[in-house]
């Protein structure tokens, strides 16, 4: 879930706890990502925030979005 009133913009702190999910193996490589709705709706936050956060995983390389697919980590 996002806490609101902190200097961490809701999409870093989103983008932060995706990260370290990838980064423990919870979400391993090649698995899908839930929804943007549904990530939306675990974080308690708007589709435009969690589309910001994926960009910037993206960004980093770790994960990858497949058109009418979805969005999956990234192999190494």
Not at 41 to 46: D, L, N, P
């Amino acid at each position: 879930m996002v806490q609101r009133g902190t200097a961490i913009p809701p999409s870093r702190q989103v983008a932060a706890d995706l990260r370290r999910r990838i980064n423990a193996g919870t979400l391993p490589p090649g698995s899908q990502l839930p929804s943007i709705v549904n990530l939306a709706a675990e974080y308690r936050t708007s589709t435009g925030t969690i589309q910001k956060a994926l960009a910037m995983l993206r960004e980093e390389g770790l994960v990858v979005s497949v058109a009418s697919y979805g969005t999956f980590v990234a192999e190494d």
